[in-house]
Each structure stands twice: as C-alpha cells, then as structure tokens.
C-alpha cells in the first residue's frame, strides 16, 4: 500500500513538473518573440492602488525594438490625449493644457503611468521567480531586477500566450493593475 501511495505521489509530482515546464516554455517564447520583434502595441486600463483610494485611467501603448514606450492616455475623458514617452533614462510628457498629477508609489520611485513600461521591461528582461497555471491561463512571477528591493510582477497569458493580465507587487503588497487587450508584437 505505501509503495502504491509513493508511485501515485511520484506521477502527481511528475505532472505538476511538466505543467510548469510547458507554462516556462510558454512565458520563454513570448520573450523569445518581443526580443527579436521591432516592438509591440497594447492598450491597457490602469489601477493604481494607494491603499486608501484607487485611481484608474486608460492608455493606448507602442513599444520599439529598444524597449521605448510611447503612451497616449485615452480616459478618462478629463485627462485624454496626454501622451509621452517613457525609455530608461527617463521621460518625458506632452500636453496642451492638462497635467498628470498622481502621488508616487513604492517608497517614491514609481508613477503609475511608468507601469506599462516596467510591464514591458521586465518581461524583456526581468529574472522569472516561477511559472504555472492559474483558471486556464499561464502566470509568470518575474522580479524586475536582481536588486533586494525589486518590483515583482504577476502576469497572466492567455491561450494565445499573449499577456492579459499583470500585477506589479512592491514588497508584496499589489500597488499596480494592468488589464491588457489588443497584445500585439510588430
């Protein structure tokens, strides 16, 4: 009997190692395909969450080969049309005569209009903590860098292992929510 519970034991943990291989392989080609792409186009609503309020707006994304994102704000309605363009070295924002003002996030370090970006970033190049299913999607945890203080991000891959979904964590806690439509590499 103990022998049988052991073999049984063994193939269930043999299937949960091939579920996850398959979900890397999954999470490995997406990269594979954004990295020898000239870039990429989403749209994604945004929610900052700061605890004792949220704030969410929506913004149409192109990303270049270099990894540059070029973002205009679509809604709400009050702030559309500002756009601007977020690379590594830093940003900038253009406006007629509105201005995007939300308090910073992660100890000071992070604007929620940066999350497409940081999204982009790490899935580029981010270092995959782990992979797996979660409802019929994949969900790839990858830390943003190889820092202590990294941001680690949740993303979900939908059948056509293009992101869905994302959740940018700062020391455990959810502080940005991306729902991705229109996931497009170019």
């Known amino acids: 009997m103990k022998r049988l519970v052991g073999i049984v034991l063994g193939l269930v943990f043999l299937v ?3 579920a996850s291989e398959e979900s890397l392989d999954r999470a490995m080609g997406l990269r594979a395909k954004l990295l020898g792409s000239s870039g990429c186009s989403f749209d994604t609503t945004i929610t900052a969450d700061y605890g004792d309020k ?6 149409s994304c192109q990303v270049d080969q270099e990894g540059d994102l070029l ?3 679509q809604g709400p309605e009050v702030i559309a049309g500002v756009s601007g363009k977020i690379c590594g070295d830093g940003g900038e924002l253009t406006f007629d005569d509105k201005a995007l003002a939300f308090p910073l996030l992660a100890d000071d370090q992070l604007t ?4 497409p ?4 970033k790490t899935l580029h190049g ?3 903590r782990s992979c797996g299913v979660d409802d019929d999607m994949v969900r790839v945890s990858i830390d943003d860098s190889y820092e202590e203080d990294a941001l680690r991000l949740d993303i979900w891959l939908g059948k056509d292992d293009m ?12 502080i940005l929510s991306l729902q991705i ?4 590499i170019l």
């Open 16 to 18: 949960g190692c091939n």
């Open 54 to 59: 949220t704030c969410m707006f929506q913004v």
């Open 71 to 73: 973002f205009t704000v």
């Open 112 to 115: 929620p209009v940066s999350a």
């Open 117 to 120: 970006w940081i999204f982009i």
């Open 126 to 128: 981010g270092y995959v």
């Open 163 to 174: 992101p869905v979904r994302a959740e940018i964590l700062y020391r455990d806690r959810r």
């Open 181 to 184: 439509e229109n996931f497009k």
